[in-house]
């Protein structure tokens, strides 16, 4: 069995401007999302999630090491090709999730991090996901997903 993903780091922010910041863990409601994120309480919106090994090839696009707090994503990954495909399912630790969608990078990472970062991320800003069940997700937990799923089978 191959090295599993594990959750690098685990990113918040209180509202849509503000600085990102740091946790150790982070309680997640299904159904609302992060406790404490600014997009607790949205209706499908829940969880980002990237990997490390997306940010490794932006940043190599880039020219420039891209900080996983500055994507703006709530969950950085150890390394693995997530799952894409709407639909598609992913555990972290005992909290499941759904995929809804590609995250589409946002034009303020060219403020943030550097001119050009929003297309070094484009294809690489990893994936928006729904809340299927309650729990609490730390660093270090083990991720998930059907192999399958993230080939976009």
Known sequence: ???????????????RRLP??????????????????????SKHRHVTIQTLTDLA?????????????????????????LPTKP????????VELQVLR???PCRLLDDWIAPGA????????GVVCRLLSSGTVRAGDVVV????AADGA
Do not use: C
């Open 1 to 15: 069995m191959p090295d599993q993903p594990r959750v690098h780091a685990i990113h918040v922010a209180k509202a």
């Open 20 to 41: 990102t910041r740091v946790v150790a863990s982070v309680e997640a409601e299904e159904g609302r999302g992060l406790v404490g994120d600014r997009y607790h309480g």
């Open 57 to 81: 090839a932006a940043s190599a696009a880039l020219g420039h090491e891209i900080d996983p707090g500055l994507t703006r994503r709530n969950v950085t990954l150890t390394h693995g090709d």
């Open 87 to 94: 639909g598609s399912f992913l555990r972290i630790g005992d």
């Open 102 to 104: 590609i995250a589409a």
């Open 118 to 125: 929003m297309r070094a991320m484009h294809a690489r800003g």
């Open 145 to 148: 997903w059907d192999e399958a």
